[in-house]
């Protein structure tokens, strides 16, 4: 469409000069006039007349787009101006209340270091708790073992002196051996 807008205005063009140059050509031996004026004139109407007509859609087309494109970007930076002034808002607003800010800060890392502190107190207090609870079984345990050992040597000298006694006597002998067989009866 651009090419035939461009060949259309290229013949018109070429048209309307050589009509005039003709005209000028014609008039050069006579009184200038108003009335020589009016093929030029009528060329130059005709002339933009045929512009306005073929230019008219895409130049409305180009500056309604335009206009659109314009109206759209506006809009957008409104929006963005507003979120801007929000931002600042804001940030103006924690500026302000810094101080109560980082006395919220303070306290809690206060609360924090506190919690902890106890926490971790009371978890010291039970595992030494729980290693004296184990240290105290343990040395019950090795202690009863030691007593269980010192009984059953004791109890084997015991036997073996016995059984020494009782073999060296030999009364002693006849009377276990008749004990230990009327226990079988």
């Not at 924090?112 to 240290?135: G, H, M, P």
């Not at 009984?151 to 073999?167: C, D, F, G, P, Y």
């Amino acid at each position: 469409m651009k090419a035939q807008a461009k060949y259309s205005f290229m013949f018109i063009a070429l048209a309307t000069l050589s009509t005039t140059t003709a005209m000028a050509a014609v008039g050069a031996h006579h009184e200038p006039s108003i009335k020589d004026l009016m093929y030029p004139a009528i060329n130059l109407a005709v002339l933009l007349g045929f512009v306005i007509w073929k230019f008219t859609t895409p130049l409305s087309e180009m500056f309604t787009k335009k206009a659109s494109d314009i109206q759209s970007l506006m809009n957008s930076a409104a929006e963005k101006n507003k979120d801007a002034e929000e931002k600042l808002k804001t940030l103006k607003d924690k500026m302000a209340n810094l101080g109560s800010e980082l006395n919220k800060i303070q306290k809690d890392y206060e609360s924090d270091v506190a919690t902890f502190t106890q926490t971790q107190a009371s978890e010291t207090q039970s595992t030494i708790e729980r290693t004296k609870r184990d240290f105290n079984s343990k040395l019950d345990g090795e202690k009863n073992e030691l007593v269980e050992k010192l009984n059953e040597e004791l109890i084997n000298s015991v036997i073996a002196k016995t059984q020494q006694t009782i073999s060296g006597n030999v009364d002693m002998k006849n009377r276990a051996t008749s004990k230990i067989v009327s226990e079988l009866r």
